[in-house]
């Protein structure tokens, strides 16, 4: 092993000079370091995918600082979506059911006559509605 880097250093050093063409002038010619052996490929992408992991919990509480408002923005739009995918998934499923859905219709029809004779033909019923609604925008919005 000594002997491979000794003839290695012997060909480096700048004292000895080798001419590429024998009776050539070198002296104006631009001196090389020696080339460093090749890093593996895959050496050079580990050590990148070693340096990501490590970082990646800095990197990740950093980014969640940064967007704490729009992150949470996001994560209600998205549980609302899936909120009303179920939903929806579960009527679907109600509306499969023999005589279910003629018997919300039913319900759903009866339940707007009623309202609309208790609240909407008279003006007094009118006003007292109007007033329900808000005390409950009062208590709610405050």
């Known amino acids: 092993m000594e002997t491979k880097q000794l003839q290695y250093d012997d060909i480096a050093s ?31 992408i580990s050590k990148a995918i070693t340096k990501f992991g490590e970082q990646f919990p800095e990197n990740l509480e950093k980014f969640s600082n940064a967007y704490k408002q729009p992150l949470i923005a996001l994560g209600w739009v998205f549980l609302t979506f899936v909120l009303v995918k179920v939903i929806l998934a579960i009527l679907s499923a109600i509306n499969d059911i023999p005589l279910a859905q003629p018997l919300f219709e039913l319900i759903g029809i009866s339940y707007s006559s009623w309202f609309s004779f208790r609240y909407l033909l008279r003006t007094s019923t009118r006003e007292e509605l109007a007033a329900e609604i808000d005390l409950i925008k009062k208590q709610f919005l405050g």
């Not at 063409?21 to 001196?31: H, R, V």
């Open 14 to 44: 700048p004292s000895k000079q080798l001419a590429a063409i024998p009776g050539t002038d070198t002296q104006n010619l631009p001196k090389l370091i020696p080339a460093q052996p090749a890093q593996n490929q895959w050496q050079e």
